[in-house]
């Protein structure tokens, strides 16, 4: 089974229909620049723009970077437009593809869920943060497999100041860190973390953990093994293709393989 999944982000806005079975995408992906600023009706089209790309027609999943509550309805906006907050991002969405379904969930929450049926957190019990690194910080928090949704610890206070103001890796390269100086940044956070939720297993993910080796090395005194994500910046399409399966039937979840959401 195949569906579309598309990943809304700070920089860019790609997709790609995705084998629900492999956990992967069927075809290379496809990404437009996400616009600046990233209004509503602005992104929407970068959304149909990447969706029409392939001529695809069906039911779409997408991310969106900040809490999304009752199924498609944004609540925060960190790093995109604040225009989309209590905007209904399904509607929106649906209308602009002409009317599919849309599903819409966090994009760390996506992340998560891939990497938890298919990468780095496959088959693992206990608590599980997925953390991805990027223009913010997502998180993604799992007991025993399951999501508890919208954590948001990208903004833990962290000396002072919004964590993701300090450690993602927009911030390292804002202020042109080095590897050594912007991963002291992310074992205090993960020290932080550790405190709050003494996680057994620390997934990093986002575009960063395709350099893992320069930067986890680094990171000394964390209890809770670490790893990098598998599926690399593509998680969070095949997450939201997931989400979109598991939210047409539950039997169409079990087939995709989602145990993660049950
Ligand atoms: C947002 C989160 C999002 C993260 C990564 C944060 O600024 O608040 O919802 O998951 O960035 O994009």
Do not use: C
């Not at 320069?214 to 593509?234: D, H, T």
């Amino acid at each position: 089974m195949e569906i579309f999944g598309v990943d809304i982000g700070g920089s860019g806005i790609k997709g790609a229909p995705v084998d629900l079975a492999r956990g992967d995408l069927s075809e290379e992906r496809f990404k437009v620049l996400t616009p600046h600023p990233a209004t509503p009706d602005k992104v929407a089209d970068g959304v149909r723009e990447v969706v029409r790309h392939f001529g695809w027609t069906g039911p779409v999943g997408v991310t969106f970077p900040g809490v999304v509550t009752g199924g498609a309805t944004i609540r925060t906006a960190a790093n995109v437009d604040r225009g989309w907050v209590g905007t209904d991002a399904g509607a929106l969405l649906g209308e602009r593809l002409g009317g599919v379904p849309v599903t819409v969930l966090n994009d760390a929450d996506a992340a998560g869920i891939a990497e938890m049926n298919f990468g780095a957190g496959r088959g693992r019990r206990g608590t599980v943060l997925v953390l991805t690194f990027g223009t913010g910080i997502g998180s993604a928090l799992f007991v025993d497999g399951t999501l508890v949704p919208n954590t948001e610890l990208g903004h833990l206070e962290l000396h002072g100041h919004d964590a993701e103001r300090h450690a993602s890796t927009k911030a390292k390269d804002d202020h042109e860190l080095t590897w050594e100086h912007w991963a002291r940044r992310v074992q205090k956070y993960l020290a932080h973390v550790e405190m709050l939720f003494s996680p057994e297993l620390m997934v990093i993910g986002g575009g960063v953990s395709r350099k893992a080796q320069k930067f986890l090395p680094l990171i000394e005194g964390i209890r809770a093994e670490i790893v990098p994500a598998e599926l690399r910046n593509n998680a969070g399409i095949v997450g939201a293709a997931m989400r979109a399966a598991a939210t047409r039937t539950d039997t169409d979840a079990v087939r995709a393989g989602t145990p993660a959401e049950r």
